[in-house]
């Protein structure tokens, strides 16, 4: 593996679909998110994702089972990247805001 190059510690922890583990999916769409600078890794399924198929699992580990994200080490807060298969080059654009309900 290359020189760590995350600004956060390889044993900070992430969000990942449970997928990538289990089922071997490949990693289809990072966040990094804009509230509170966490990093989320998504198969390629569509639709709302359940809360028992996310895990949490160190970021360091993330990058042992797809060395392809390591280009997305500089992804700043408020982006996310994406890919059409496992081989295609990663695309980036700034996430829109998440709605918020001021009226709570």
């Keep these: ?9 390889p044993n900070v922890g992430v969000l990942l679909d449970r997928g990538i583990v289990t089922r071997g999916d490949w990693i289809a769409y990072v966040s990094h998110d804009d509230d509170d600078g966490s990093w989320q890794f998504h198969n390629s399924e569509t639709g709302p994702v359940e809360e028992g198929d996310i895990m ?6 993330v ?10 080490a500089d992804l700043p807060e408020g982006w996310h990247a994406w ?16 709605p918020t309900n001021d009226n709570e």
């Design 1 to 9: 593996m290359k020189e760590w190059q995350f600004a956060d510690p």
């Design 56 to 61: 949490i699992v160190s970021l360091q580990s």
């Design 63 to 72: 990058l042992q089972r797809d060395e392809s994200i390591q280009i997305l």
């Design 83 to 98: 890919r059409s298969s496992k081989s295609s080059p990663w695309q980036r654009a700034k996430s829109r805001p998440t």
